[in-house]
């Protein structure tokens, strides 16, 4: 069974930073690409970031493009998301995707870390 915990996330003010990390186990279940979500009350939910194990690809959006920067640990078991300035539009739930699917989405999600950005 695939298990995908996020941790990190918290409450700052607005200029502030936060480091989010996603947790994909077991460890044998080796992910081809990993993204980072994030859907505010009300909102859809929108992509934030995307890694691809099998190689070296990122993708930022362009709404956080400069101050949010996605790594990986050389067992690629986990990833971060390294969010910088945080502004008050940050403030969501966000989410740890693993696993591609065939339609461009991802097969494994979990619950959510809450990121409050106070101005």
């Known amino acids: 069974q695939v298990q995908v915990v996020e941790s990190g996330g918290g409450s700052v003010q607005a200029g502030g930073s936060l480091r989010l990390s996603c947790i994909v186990s077991p460890d044998s279940y080796n992910p081809k690409c990993m993204g980072w979500f994030r859907q505010a009350p009300g909102k859809k939910r929108e992509a934030v970031a995307a890694?691809?194990?099998?190689?070296?690809?990122?993708y930022i959006a362009r709404s956080v493009y400069g101050r949010f920067t996605i790594s990986q640990d050389n067992a690629k078991s986990t990833m971060y998301l390294q969010m910088n300035n945080l502004k008050a539009e940050d403030t969501a739930m966000y989410y740890c995707?693993?696993?591609?699917?065939?339609?461009?989405?991802?097969?494994?999600w979990g619950q959510g870390t809450q990121v409050t950005v106070s101005s």
């Open positions: 995707a693993a696993g591609c699917t065939a339609a461009g989405g991802y097969k494994f």
């Open positions: 890694a691809y194990p099998g190689g070296d690809d990122t």
